[in-house]
């Protein structure tokens, strides 16, 4: 996948205020059908939009629009981009007998052979692993490899072909069908051979979208909760290369955001003791987060707690001022008229488990 746009193709400004739209969400990692519920138009409308921005842009596919929205500013860092994965697992192709094997990348990368921790290998051969998992079946050519691995700073010598061959070894681990192929189109993991966690966190999430659209916050509650458990730690955890740098961002929003999701049902379900901690914590973690800082306050002042909800805002502008050099945005300035009228906490708006975290 190339990693920089190309400085002779127009930028977003030759698009519509549509099209901006849809190429913002697509570079924030959402689907069609997601972004067809957030706009309101039918997902062949989304396609169509899709598809003529390709033309107007210059560029290949959808992953590429991913990459030239982040590198023209339409997402920013923190924000996405968030290039979406296949949201299907590697199904099964190889014999019964087969040994099941799981790839984490959720965290730092671990393979699991039959439950037994497998040795990869030094950091880049590992993130030639990552890539061919974040590829979900699809075959990769060496140069796209290279691409995704190495960037602008490719090796001096024809390395790729011996990773593949290191990981094979020991992947298989002495016995057992291969878990990596060479096809006319390049390399992939054997169709089936291997269970990838982003992919099943893709899964839930368009669950989640079904459970929320349908009306069952216990049901989006419950698998907004399965998803978040697939997290080990910061996703890719040290990983080199463009494609690992640009989904560890992805992952990180898509998590923000299922935290965002899970707790902003919670509080409609009246959970505000459960809700209230786990949003401590998280916007601890990102105190430049303004939509946690409002549903936070929202929730302290729903418990009686209007004191500490106009604490967290003057915190979270205090810190906006020295950090950013910028004041509240108007989800926090609402917020703090709310408690300052002494208005009931609303739910606020529905959250989305595909959007980034951001004002």
Request: net charge neutral; aromatic share 2%; glycine share 10%.
């Amino acid at each position: 996948m190339p990693t920089t746009a190309t400085t002779d193709r127009p930028d977003a400004t030759a698009l519509g205020r549509q099209e901006r739209q849809v190429l913002s969400a697509v570079g924030c990692g959402l689907g069609d059908d997601e972004i067809a519920d957030a706009l309101a138009v039918p997902e062949d409308t989304v396609a169509e939009l899709l598809a003529r921005i390709l033309v107007k842009l210059g560029l290949r596919d959808r992953a590429a629009a991913i990459v030239h929205a982040f590198d023209c500013g339409l997402v920013a860092p923190g924000c996405g981009p968030r290039a979406r994965p296949a949201s299907r697992t590697v199904a099964v192709r190889a014999a019964e007998s087969a040994p099941r094997m799981g790839i984490s990348l959720l965290g730092p990368l671990q393979v699991r052979r039959d439950g037994r921790l497998l040795r990869l290998g030094h950091l880049r051969q590992q993130a030639v692993l990552a890539v061919l998992a974040l590829g979900a079946g699809r075959p990769l050519g060496q140069q796209e490899l290279l691409d995704d691995v190495w960037g602008m700073e490719p090796p001096v010598a024809n390395v790729v072909p011996v990773y593949i061959y290191r990981l094979r070894k020991a992947l298989c681990d002495g016995d057992g069908p291969a878990v990596i192929e060479r096809g006319p189109r390049g390399y992939q993991l054997v169709p089936g051979a291997v269970d990838v966690d982003v992919a099943r966190l893709e899964e839930l999430v368009t669950g989640i979208g079904k459970a929320d659209r349908a009306g069952e916050p216990l049901e989006t509650v419950r698998l907004c909760t399965r998803a978040l458990d697939l997290f080990r730690g910061e996703p890719l955890a040290g990983l080199p290369g463009p494609l690992a740098e640009l989904e560890r961002l992805r992952l990180v929003e898509r998590r923000i955001a299922l935290v965002q999701r899970k707790l902003e049902w919670q509080l409609r379900l009246g959970q505000e003791a459960e809700a209230i901690a786990e949003l401590f914590a998280l916007s601890a973690a990102h105190p430049l987060n303004e939509p946690l800082a409002a549903m936070l306050m929202r929730a302290l002042h729903r418990g009686g707690r209007q004191a500490d909800a106009l604490l967290v805002f003057e915190r979270a502008r205090r810190r906006l001022s020295d950090d950013l050099g910028v004041p509240p945005s108007g989800v926090l300035r609402r917020a703090h008229r709310m408690i300052l009228r002494g208005d009931e906490a609303g739910p606020g708006p529905g959250p989305s488990a595909g959007t980034a975290a951001g004002p």
